[in-house]
């Protein structure tokens, strides 16, 4: 099997590689699509509560021994200061350029044990890194269920919603555990042992429970028929979408692997068929040079995410990014009637403009350009419609000097000539359309 080196071996550039890659991303066949309605649905996310099954769309990975502390410190640009057993973060990676590699949601379950879970990316870079040096510790990715004829590691539920505390206290053996956001506590439901953290993609309070697969049934029973008389709805990927670019949450970034001979190891280790052999990148803006579509977690608006207190791969070159921020995450709220004037299209004579499909799109990286007074000032990624606000949104890393809310700029729709050697993308008209920024996260955070 060919490894990622090989296949940039083998291809006239690492972005034409990813244009031509035209992934759409798996939807997990175990969890329906839509349950009801995905607007049904998402009225549950804000007016009483859903049950979102994620145990199939994420891997986990299981990270435990002496040194698996310092494994995660040296690759990690967050601070581990009282990150003790119970505590969450949003672990953050980068390559030495201080570029992003990825980022996972990490609960310390043990003194020396720890689970992440998310993306694939950033568990490759820990697998590699661990490998490669001198760490007493072992770690195992389970991969997502697309990806693997095995059942998942864990079963993992959010219960999120204004009444999702009332259905906990209905099926807890016990008091709800008193936590604060990104902590977590061992709760009893249906006799077994589970993890619950405060945490979830809805912006709603609510729990996202962790434990062993098998017992996962079981639990989610129990959770349903309590749920009854809170207005419980199961989740669909539909509907579930949509939730992470409200929250300020970029899922699709291009990670920063394909150039610097320092990672030309780390690609050799890399496996061509993997995620970053077969992310798929699309959109307005184009570069010959696929250092252009990487990021740093300061263009992502996670400044929060980063500490000096300790040495990281990548420290010294974030150090200088920081200390010259240029640009940041905002949220661009597209005018109605250009939008409106998307899908009208459709019933013209003319060609149509780039279709896409509601609440979210997901077939890989989107890459828009944005502008103002025709110069380009940011990026566009991650879309998607609001049905809470009836706004189409996109998450975009755009420039410091125009991220105040309020500001009109205009986002390039579609790619040029209408034309795209990523299959995925069908001949179109390419358009412009007028945005607003506001502020990311888009809603309040009531979690």
Not at 9 to 22: F, N
Not at 183 to 196: C, K, L, P, Q, S
Request: aromatic share 10%; net charge negative; proline share 5%.
């Amino acid at each position: 099997m060919a490894s990622l080196q090989e296949k940039l071996d083998a291809t006239t550039s690492p972005v034409e590689m990813l244009r031509q890659a035209g992934g759409r991303w798996v939807w997990p066949k175990e969890v329906a699509r839509e349950y009801t309605h995905w607007i049904d649905e998402l009225r549950a996310v804000r007016e009483t509560c859903v049950l979102a099954d994620l145990s199939h769309h994420q891997m986990d990975q299981v990270i435990e021994g002496p040194d698996a502390f310092e494994l995660l410190k040296r690759l990690c640009t967050n601070s581990f200061e009282g990150f003790d057993v119970g505590k969450s973060k949003q672990a953050v990676m980068c390559n030495p350029d201080g570029e992003f590699i990825g980022d996972d949601v990490l609960q310390r379950i043990g003194d020396e044990k720890f689970v992440m879970s998310g993306k694939v990316p950033a568990a490759n870079w820990l697998a590699y890194n661990l490998e490669q040096g001198e760490y007493d510790a072992t770690q195992t990715i389970y991969p997502k269920s697309s990806k693997s004829p095995d059942d998942p590691h864990f079963f993992t539920y959010q219960v999120q919603g204004p009444n999702a505390l009332d259905v906990m206290e209905e099926v807890i053996e016990g008091p709800i555990p008193d936590v604060p956001f990104f902590n977590f506590d061992w709760v009893t439901i249906a006799g077994h042992e589970v993890r619950a953290l405060r945490h979830g993609m809805a912006g709603e309070v609510g729990f996202e429970l962790q434990a062993p697969f098998k017992f996962g049934e079981e639990v989610k029973d129990v959770i349903l028929e309590a749920g009854q008389e809170y207005g419980i709805k199961k989740l669909g990927t539909r509907a579930y979408e949509p939730l992470s670019v409200e929250l300020g949450w970029v899922t699709t970034n291009v990670p920063a692997v394909y150039t610097n001979d320092e990672m030309k190891e780390y690609r050799e280790w890399l496996d061509g068929d993997g995620y970053e052999g077969t992310y798929s990148v699309a959109g307005s803006f184009t570069s010959d040079n696929i250092e252009d579509y990487y990021v740093s977690p300061v263009e992502l608006g996670y400044t929060h995410l980063i500490s000096f207190d300790h040495d990281f791969i990548g420290r010294e070159a974030l150090e200088e990014k920081m200390a010259n921020q240029q640009r940041t995450r905002v949220t661009l709220v597209w005018d109605k009637k250009d939008t409106v004037d998307l899908f009208a299209s459709l019933f013209e004579d003319e060609l149509p403009y780039k279709t896409f499909d509601l609440p979210r799109d997901r077939w890989g990286g989107h890459h828009d350009m944005v502008l103002k007074d025709d110069e380009m000032v940011g990026i566009s990624k991650s879309f998607a419609y609001s049905y809470k606000n009836r706004d189409m949104i996109s998450l975009c890393s755009i420039d410091d000097e125009y991220s105040e809310p309020g500001t009109e700029v205009t986002l390039v729709w579609g790619e040029e000539n209408g034309e795209s050697s990523n299959p995925l993308v069908e001949p179109h008209r390419q358009t412009e359309i007028t945005a607003t920024v506001a502020p990311s996260p888009y809603l309040p955070d009531s979690r």
